[in-house]
């Protein structure tokens, strides 16, 4: 299984994974489209996408569950 990237360098909108995007604690500025945010809502915004709620609860995910609608 792989590696899924933390939600803090996924971009929200566009979906992007840079960790040059997180620039600071505070600051998300996304390398691909522009987007900036405030850091933690952007990375609070991924986390049920990316599967760490459902980790974090103790169920178990695969990568095909994202591709649920």
Known sequence: M???P???QRCCPCGQVDKASR????????TSCGCQANGDLNA???????????AAQGEAFSRL?????
């Open 2 to 4: 792989s590696t899924l």
């Open 6 to 8: 933390t939600p803090h």
């Open 23 to 30: 620039r600071s604690q505070s600051t998300f500025h996304c």
């Open 44 to 54: 609070a915004q991924n986390i049920p996408a990316s599967g760490v709620g459902a």
């Open 65 to 69: 569950d994202l591709d649920d609608p």
